[in-house]
């Protein structure tokens, strides 16, 4: 899937930092990665693949499978940024895992998404221009440390996930699940950590509504010159698209994803021309063509990726789209041998 947000990112200090007290040398990783060594001192910014070299050249440096579980463990408030000092002082875990979502982008095109179904909670992260490469072990390893670690000092307590799910050949299982106390699945289907929704729901005891007051307007501010030139209405299609498949996103949630005011929301839409609505079922249109496109899956599948609740309202709507059942588009547009090898849909 293509994305608007633009495939750039400036390499934190904290990482930097990070990497000094494993004990690595920053300059020969930044060798093996083949950046430019001004990486290291300026706001040089790089690209997905650049930023997957640099965790590839650190474990290749390293020679330790662990090593992004190192990393992340070694770093402390003193070090962290700007949102992690924010989320650490959130409301609660949930929170807490919220802000660090909302505020990623100001660092890099990553997205975290945070599902809860039923008692429990999936956290997953997204990186929009990976293409098909996988994500670096050291660095999936790292992301999910972080997680844990901030609702572990978040509310004073070992917090132990429900479970580790890892798209990789089991490695380093014992060190893994000796610090997450779960079982660690392998070769899953995507990288994610899974909480118990009454963890979610557990307070801070480093919550401090007074320091989030004044934290919270710098956030924004950042943020919003960090996506100063990238169209809203862009922005909102992506968030859009990642969101349909949990059910229709509202136009307060999306706000907030994009850390902005509803209000500030419809505005900056307003002064570019467009309306959320439109964009929602532009979006839907769009991702109707595409999943319909795609013969394996039914009616019925592509209903539910668009977030409808029913297959008729689905129906009602592509009629408006584009004056047609979807099955009758579907037979026009699919290539006949794959319609007729999948079978009546």
């Given at each position: 899937m293509s994305s608007s947000v633009p495939d750039k990112?400036?390499?934190?200090?904290?990482?930097?930092?990070?990497?000094?007290?494993?004990?690595?040398?920053?300059?020969?990783?930044?060798?093996?990665?083949?950046?430019?060594?001004?990486?290291?001192?300026d706001d040089t910014p790089i690209s997905t693949a650049q930023f997957f070299a640099l965790w590839r050249a650190i474990e290749a440096v390293s020679q330790d499978a662990t090593i992004g579980l190192r990393i992340a463990l070694c770093l402390d408030g003193a070090v962290m940024p700007l949102a992690f000092v924010a989320a650490q002082?959130?409301?609660?875990?949930?929170?807490?895992?919220?802000?660090?979502?909302?505020?990623?982008?100001?660092?890099?095109p990553e997205d975290v998404v945070l599902t809860e179904d039923g008692d429990r909670g999936d956290i997953v992260v997204h990186w929009p221009h990976a293409g098909s490469g996988s994500i670096p072990y050291s660095l999936v390893d790292a992301t999910m440390v972080s997680f844990l670690e901030l609702g572990?000092?978040?509310?004073?307590?070992?917090?132990?996930?429900?479970?580790?799910?890892?798209?990789?050949?089991?490695?380093?299982?014992?060190?893994?699940?000796?610090?997450?106390?779960?079982?660690?699945?392998?070769?899953?289907?995507?990288?994610?950590?899974?909480?118990?929704?009454?963890?979610?729901?557990?307070?801070?005891?480093?919550?401090?509504k007074e320091l989030l007051e004044v934290l919270a307007p710098e956030l924004d501010r950042r943020l919003e010159q960090h996506m100063v030139s990238e169209s809203v209405?862009?922005?909102?299609?992506?968030?859009?698209?990642?969101r349909l498949t949990a059910g229709r996103p509202d136009i307060r949630s999306v706000a907030a994803e994009l850390a902005m005011s509803e209000r500030s929301l419809q505005r900056r839409l307003t002064d570019e021309g467009v309306s959320f609505q439109t964009l929602m079922s532009d979006t839907r249109h769009q991702l109707a063509l595409e999943h319909l496109a795609?013969?394996?899956?039914?009616?019925?599948?592509?209903?539910?990726?668009?977030?409808?609740?029913?297959?008729?309202?689905?129906?009602?709507?592509?009629?408006?789209?584009?004056?047609?059942?979807?099955?009758?588009?579907r037979a026009t547009n699919t290539?006949?041998?794959?319609?007729n090898v999948q079978g009546p849909r």
């Amino acid at each position: 899937m293509s994305s608007s947000v633009p495939d750039k990112m400036k390499v934190s200090s904290t990482l930097w930092e990070g990497i000094k007290r494993v004990g690595l040398d920053r300059a020969e990783v930044v060798r093996r990665a083949a950046l430019p060594l001004n990486v290291l001192k300026d706001d040089t910014p790089i690209s997905t693949a650049q930023f997957f070299a640099l965790w590839r050249a650190i474990e290749a440096v390293s020679q330790d499978a662990t090593i992004g579980l190192r990393i992340a463990l070694c770093l402390d408030g003193a070090v962290m940024p700007l949102a992690f000092v924010a989320a650490q002082h959130a409301r609660d875990f949930r929170d807490a895992l919220n802000r660090v979502a909302r505020f990623k982008r100001l660092c890099a095109p990553e997205d975290v998404v945070l599902t809860e179904d039923g008692d429990r909670g999936d956290i997953v992260v997204h990186w929009p221009h990976a293409g098909s490469g996988s994500i670096p072990y050291s660095l999936v390893d790292a992301t999910m440390v972080s997680f844990l670690e901030l609702g572990r000092r978040g509310t004073s307590e070992r917090l132990v996930p429900i479970a580790l799910e890892l798209a990789r050949p089991a490695a380093s299982r014992s060190a893994l699940e000796r610090h997450f106390g779960c079982q660690v699945r392998f070769d899953a289907t995507e990288d994610l950590i899974r909480f118990r929704r009454d963890d979610l729901d557990k307070r801070f005891a480093t919550y401090n509504k007074e320091l989030l007051e004044v934290l919270a307007p710098e956030l924004d501010r950042r943020l919003e010159q960090h996506m100063v030139s990238e169209s809203v209405a862009e922005q909102t299609r992506w968030v859009l698209r990642r969101r349909l498949t949990a059910g229709r996103p509202d136009i307060r949630s999306v706000a907030a994803e994009l850390a902005m005011s509803e209000r500030s929301l419809q505005r900056r839409l307003t002064d570019e021309g467009v309306s959320f609505q439109t964009l929602m079922s532009d979006t839907r249109h769009q991702l109707a063509l595409e999943h319909l496109a795609d013969a394996s899956l039914t009616l019925i599948e592509v209903a539910y990726l668009l977030g409808y609740e029913d297959q008729n309202s689905f129906f009602r709507a592509f009629r408006q789209w584009e004056g047609q059942t979807p099955s009758a588009w579907r037979a026009t547009n699919t290539e006949p041998c794959l319609a007729n090898v999948q079978g009546p849909r």
